[in-house]
């Protein structure tokens, strides 16, 4: 568990470091003598910088799907499940394919596009274990291969694995 | 996207709903099998493309879902019809 958090202090900690300048632009206006966080500051900050608010938004989001899809109990069904890891990247992966398709087929980016990327980075590791699982079972049925023959092959690879 | 419009609302609690349903223990509801697995796929993937204003896609995917469906209980009607004669 102190591994874990160590980890989770890690990431955080790193990720804070990209928004560093965002905190030049708070001191400046303390500077400045102009009330931070008051109401017209934070209109005009929303007003101004909505996209990389979305931006932002759509990567928080992006980061909770690949969570959920990470700890999701992949479907008990047909090929071995994939490696966690594999999962994880294929979430990021789909979720930032899904952002590129919104914003080249849109060119704007509005509040929709959060959800859009959670759902798809959600929803990608599922894909592609489904894919691959109905590709197996239908080449299984064009060779007339059955469920033994498959765990027969399986085993054979992990026999070579431990002989190397 | 305005928040406040129903459609949207409506696609967020589906989305929500497919993913919570996904979630609960096999006993409830079971979720082990492939078909299950592809329809809350679907369905999540409909719910987004309909937030995002992407009308068409969402009405193929859920065309697509439909003619699954549709395959599947056929299917099944026939193998019943089958073994009762």
């Given at each position: 568990?102190?591994?874990?958090?160590?980890?989770?202090?890690?990431?955080?900690?790193?990720?804070?470091?990209?928004?560093?300048?965002?905190?030049?632009?708070?001191?400046?206006?303390?500077?400045?003598?102009?009330?931070?966080?008051s109401?017209?500051?934070v209109?005009?900050?929303?007003?101004?910088?909505?996209?990389?608010?979305?931006?932002?938004?759509?990567?928080?989001?992006?980061?909770?799907?690949?969570?959920?899809?990470?700890?999701?109990?992949?479907?008990?069904?047909?090929?071995?499940?994939?490696?966690?890891?594999?999962?994880?990247?294929?979430?990021?992966?789909?979720?930032?394919?899904?952002?590129?398709?919104?914003?080249?087929?849109?060119?704007?980016?509005?509040?929709?596009?959060?959800?859009?990327?959670?759902?798809?980075?959600?929803?990608?590791?599922?894909?592609?274990?489904?894919?691959?699982?109905?590709?197996?079972?239908?080449?299984?049925?064009?060779?007339?291969?059955?469920q033994?023959?498959?765990?027969?092959?399986?085993?054979?690879?992990?026999?070579?694995?431990?002989?190397? | 996207?305005?928040?406040?419009?129903?459609?949207?609302?409506i696609?967020?609690?589906?989305?929500?709903?497919a993913?919570?349903?996904?979630?609960?223990?096999?006993?409830?509801?079971?979720?082990?099998?492939?078909?299950?697995?592809?329809?809350?796929?679907?369905?999540?993937?409909?719910?987004?493309?309909?937030?995002?204003?992407?009308?068409?896609?969402?009405?193929?995917?859920?065309?697509?879902?439909a003619?699954?469906?549709?395959?599947?209980?056929?299917?099944?009607?026939?193998?019943?019809?089958?073994?009762?004669?």
């Open positions: 568990m102190g591994d874990k958090l160590r980890l989770i202090f890690a990431i955080f900690w790193r990720a804070a470091i990209i928004f560093l300048p965002m905190t030049e632009v708070a001191f400046a206006a303390l500077e400045r003598q102009s009330p931070f966080l109401n017209s500051y209109r005009d900050f929303a007003s101004m910088y909505s996209d990389v608010i979305l931006i932002v938004g759509s990567l928080f989001l992006l980061a909770a799907g690949s969570t959920i899809g990470y700890f999701f109990p992949t479907p008990q069904y047909g090929a071995k499940p994939l490696p966690k890891p594999v999962k994880l990247l294929i979430s990021v992966v789909g979720g930032f394919l899904a952002f590129a398709y919104y914003v080249h087929t849109e060119k704007t980016i509005t509040p929709a596009v959060i959800w859009w990327v959670a759902a798809v980075s959600f929803v990608s590791p599922a894909i592609i274990h489904l894919v691959h699982a109905a590709a197996i079972k239908f080449t299984g049925i064009r060779f007339g291969i059955i033994e023959d498959l765990d027969s092959i399986k085993k054979s690879f992990n026999d070579e694995k431990e002989g190397s | 996207m305005d928040p406040i419009l129903f459609k949207n609302m696609c967020v609690f589906i989305g929500l709903l993913m919570i349903l996904l979630l609960l223990p096999n006993h409830i509801i079971d979720t082990t099998s492939c078909k299950k697995n592809w329809v809350a796929v679907l369905v999540i993937l409909a719910s987004g493309s309909f937030i995002i204003n992407k009308t068409l896609l969402g009405i193929f995917i859920i065309l697509v879902l003619v699954a469906l549709f395959i599947h209980y056929l299917n099944v009607y026939i193998e019943r019809q089958t073994h009762e004669y």
